[in-house]
Nanobody
Framework: EVQLVASGGGLVQAGGSLRLSCAIS????????IGWFRQAPGKGREGLACISDVDGTTYYTDSAKGRFTATSDSAKNTVYFQMDSLKPEDTATYYC????????????????WGQGTQVTVSS
């Protein structure tokens, strides 16, 4: 069974950091890229980043560039999302999703989704 389990969210003050994890089962990072997305209350889902161990590519949208970093640990079949200098507008539910094989074309739309983890940034 394919599963993506996101964790690591929480409440943090503005300027703080969080590291989200996405534990993957049912496929490996050698097969598919992983995308990170978020959805704030009352807003649509927003793509943030993509990381691919298949071809070594990464991609960040403008919302993520400079503050957020996606990394992977193939031994643990887990992808991480380091978020620094957090702002109140980063408050959202964060999701990881299985993508295609590459991040060359962007974050993509996600094929299989995890359950999300809540991030709340207080001012």
């Amino acid at each position: 069974e394919v599963q993506l389990v996101a964790s690591g969210g929480g409440l943090v003050q503005a300027g703080g950091s969080l590291r989200l994890s996405c534990a993957i089962s049912g496929f490996t990072l050698d097969d598919y890229a992983i995308g990170w997305f978020r959805q704030a209350p009352g807003k649509g889902r927003e793509g943030l980043a993509c990381i691919s161990d298949v071809d070594g590519t990464t991609y960040y949208t403008d919302s993520a560039k400079g503050r957020f970093t996606a990394t992977s640990d193939s031994a643990k079949n887990t992808v991480y999302f380091q978020m620094d200098s957090l702002k109140p507008e980063d408050t959202a539910t964060y999701y990881c999703a299985q993508g295609g094989a590459t991040c060359v074309y962007g974050v993509g739309t996600g094929n299989i989704w995890g359950q999300g983890t809540q991030v709340t940034v207080s001012s």
